[in-house]
């Protein structure tokens, strides 16, 4: 760990009135100059939150991006004042002004104090700062408004750390699908009926993974459909698989992929004057033989849509296992599908708007054929069925990235929904018939406004109504982007029982909380978990020797939970939960 010292918050403050001082600005360079001149910032996220974790911790009360405070707005700063004289001032700022810089003899002049050195800052961390400066500063300038009250830090408490450790045991490594990184993207594990455990590779191949560890391609579709695409990346490839809970007898499964814009007509278009980076599509298999070890039968397009950007498309695919034959649940798929990137593209009217697909978890029968397009069915007890001008699939509104969707099967039946969000708040929502979740209004349990600096909320009006907010968030401080879990569900392990296990994607931190805290209306109380493996404690940047994990949790047919990462293409299973004593 990093030690900072006292004198950091008064250097930092000398650095966010030196970032401010529009008055001193000495060019309007453009950005090629910019890159001419050093002024380049990271955009790695890991650097933007270790910056914000610093500013937070010792500026966020006097700073903003928004409006003048105790101290000064930084919009624009980044591209106002040379990155190399910020690095400088910073490091000795009372040399600077006895040297005679004009530029820091003029902020003195101004602010009647000298700003100590720092020369023991690390360079990293100076760079980080910077990082999320910029961040900030060139989204306050790509606002339409200038709106003030901006939250740098919406949740100050830091998380527990949990007393409890999960003990981790390497499986396997998935085949490598890249020669760069992430050589693989890992993104789903699970048990299907009759107990066979399936993995999937983003890049196209869907494997069964055997009791001897070894994985085989059950289906590559990226050999099956010509239109196949998984570049640029993020939201593109295959997105998600599930199947039908009759699939022994009926033979059927579905996934959802990505093809380029135009590939075939969309039955939900985007208006003519946006334009499409991509289409994704969902697909029914059938297969001739459901015990198969490799698949062979037929396909058919159930839907397709029109996508603004590469980023937040379809997400998962589910069917609720706790429902019998015979029930108006049984053989009802949901889809989350995110919002394409249309509230920050200037088309939030694309997700707040069940006219549109996007944003929303649809549910549908997949097996049946009363849709606008014929090739499926919509449930008669959907919300929003012979509802005017909206789409009778949807079941719940309001999410920016519904990137997982599972269901408590200990017990409560609570269905769980996460939604990745922008940049200040991750969720963990109870799923809702009907219900929205606030997308792009609300970000957690904060006002978002799309027309401001997308890198900050606000606090909720007082007139506050009509939407749900998560039972579990955290904020950038503690992470980036949430991956899904499960509620423990096996017999293995005790201390997990009626524990929500889940993880941060890009950190691999682990978190959980109590499956009976998780109450509609409330927040949970959520806990960080330790690691272990091999005997002693680790982390996944260890694990994995990545500073980018790439997270993902899996199931298998006992209940029993694993750890995926991307970065290294490792499967991990949890094999133990221990208990530090005192």
Not at 64 to 71: L, P
Not at 254 to 283: C, G
Not at 577 to 582: D, W
């Amino acid at each position: 760990m990093l030690r900072y010292s006292t004198l950091l918050a008064t250097a930092l403050l000398g650095l966010v009135l030196t970032l401010s001082s529009c008055d001193l600005s000495t060019s309007n360079v453009s950005a090629e100059s910019s890159k001419a001149d050093g002024r380049v910032y990271s955009n790695y996220e890991m650097h933007i939150q270790h910056g914000m974790e610093l500013f937070n911790l010792h500026c966020a009360s006097c700073h903003g991006f928004s409006e003048n405070g105790i101290g000064p707005n930084l919009t624009g700063v980044t591209s106002e004042v040379e990155k190399s004289w910020l690095v400088d001032f910073i490091r000795n700022p009372i040399e600077m002004i006895q040297d005679g810089d004009k530029r820091a003899v003029k902020l003195f002049e101004k602010y009647k104090t000298y700003m100590p050195p720092f020369p023991s800052f690390e360079d990293q961390d100076v760079e980080d700062i910077l990082a999320f400066v910029h961040k900030f500063s060139q989204g306050a300038k790509r606002s339409k408004n200038n709106r003030p009250g901006g939250i740098l830090n919406p949740i100050a408490e830091k998380i527990p750390v949990s007393p409890l450790s999960l003990v981790l045991e390497e499986q396997f490594k998935v085949p490598a699908s890249s020669e760069v990184a992430p050589i693989t993207r890992i993104n789903q594990m699970e048990s299907i009926p009759g107990g066979r455990l399936l993995l999937h590779d983003i890049r196209g191949a869907l494997y069964e993974v055997h009791e001897d560890q070894t994985l085989s391609v059950y289906l590559d579709v990226s050999e099956q459909l010509p239109n196949f695409i998984d570049n640029p990346g993020k939201g593109t490839g295959l997105a998600s698989w599930a199947f039908h809970p009759d699939f022994q007898n009926n033979g059927l499964f579905y996934t959802t992929h990505s093809e380029p814009p135009n590939s075939e007509a969309a039955d939900f278009a985007v208006p003519d004057s946006i334009e499409v980076t991509l289409q994704f599509v969902l697909l029914e298999w059938t297969t001739n033989d459901p015990a198969a070890s490799i698949f062979e039968g037929t396909r058919r397009e159930l839907l397709r849509a029109d996508m603004v950007g590469g980023a937040h498309t379809f997400q998962d695919l589910a069917f609720n296992p706790l429902v019998e034959p015979g029930s108006p649940e049984y053989g009802m798929l949901y889809l989350g599908i995110g919002d394409g990137s249309a509230a920050l593209r200037g088309y939030p009217f694309l997700c707040d708007n069940t006219s549109y697909i996007w944003s929303n978890v649809l549910r549908i029968d997949p097996t049946g054929r009363n849709s606008t397009n014929g090739n499926y069915g919509i449930p008669p007890d959907n919300p929003y069925v012979g509802v005017n001008n909206a789409l009778p699939e949807i079941w719940a509104s309001g999410f920016r990235n519904a990137h997982r969707i599972t269901w408590d099967e200990t017990g409560s039946g609570k269905m769980l929904i996460t939604n990745i969000g922008q940049h200040s708040l991750e969720e963990v929502n109870i799923g809702i018939a009907g219900a929205n979740y606030g997308w792009p209004y609300r970000e957690g349990t904060f006002l978002f406004d799309p027309d401001a600096n997308p890198e900050l909320v606000y606090p909720l009006p007082d007139d506050d109504v009509g939407y749900t907010y998560p039972v579990i968030q955290y904020d950038h401080d503690e992470g980036s982007a949430v991956s899904g879990g499960y509620v423990y569900a096996g017999k293995a392990i005790p201390k997990l029982a009626g524990k929500y296990v889940f993880g941060d994607i890009s950190l691999g931190t682990l978190f959980y909380a109590e499956i009976d805290e998780m109450i509609a209306g409330q927040q949970a109380q959520l806990y960080r978990l330790n690691l272990m493996m091999d005997g002693k404690a680790t982390d996944m940047t260890e694990i994995t020797d990545n500073n980018r994990i790439d997270l993902r949790m899996g199931t298998d047919r006992d209940g029993e939970l694993y750890i995926m990462a991307k970065a290294n293409g490792g499967v991990y299973k949890v094999i133990d939960c221990v208990e530090e004593t005192i």
